[in-house]
C-alpha cells in the first residue's frame, strides 16, 4: 500500500516561492507506469489539478499557472517537490501530492475526480500572506 506524506511551511509571504515535498513509502517513485501529482483546493473551491512527474521523469504541468510551477524529484529519497514562484493570496489552498496511472486530459480542462488518483496524502494547509 503506497503512502504519500506531504510536508512544507504552512506560511508564505506574497512574491515568494513556495516549496512542498512529498515522501512516498510502500512503492517506488519510479515504478512503471505510475505518476506522482500535485494537486490544490482553495477555500470554497474544487480540485486544481497543478502538475504531475512521471515514472520517467517527465513533467506535466497545467498552462493556466503561467510558468510559475516547476516538480522535481529525489530518487535517492523517494520524493518529489513542487516549487510555485510568485506566489499571491490566490494560491492559498490545501496541497496534496497524489499517485495515478496515468494523466489525465481532463485535468488540464479543470476536471479533477479523487477517484482518477490511486492514493492520496492527507493534505497540507498554505496560507499565502503578508
Known amino acids: 500500500q503506497v503512502q504519500l506524506q506531504e510536508s512544507g511551511p504552512g506560511l508564505v509571504k506574497p512574491s515568494q516561492t513556495l516549496s512542498l515535498t512529498c515522501t512516498v513509502s510502500?512503492?517506488?517513485?519510479?515504478?512503471?507506469?505510475?505518476?506522482w501529482n500535485w494537486i490544490r483546493q482553495p477555500p470554497g473551491k474544487g480540485l486544481e489539478w497543478m502538475g504531475a512527474?512521471?515514472?520517467?521523469?517527465?513533467?506535466y504541468y497545467i498552462p493556466s499557472l503561467n510558468g510559475r510551477t516547476s516538480i522535481s524529484r529525489d530518487t535517492s529519497k523517494n520524493q518529489f517537490t513542487l516549487q510555485l514562484s510568485s506566489v499571491t493570496p490566490e494560491d492559498t489552498a490545501v496541497y496534496y501530492c497524489?499517485?495515478?496511472?496515468?494523466?489525465?486530459?481532463?485535468?488540464?480542462?479543470?476536471?479533477?475526480?479523487?477517484?482518477?488518483?490511486?492514493?492520496w496524502g492527507q493534505g497540507t494547509q498554505v496560507t499565502v500572506s503578508s
Open positions: 497524489a499517485r495515478s496511472n496515468y494523466v489525465g486530459s481532463g485535468w488540464y480542462k479543470g476536471i479533477v475526480r479523487t477517484e482518477d488518483f490511486a492514493s
Open positions: 512527474i512521471a515514472y520517467s521523469g517527465n513533467t
Open positions: 510502500g512503492g517506488s517513485i519510479t515504478t512503471n507506469l505510475h505518476y
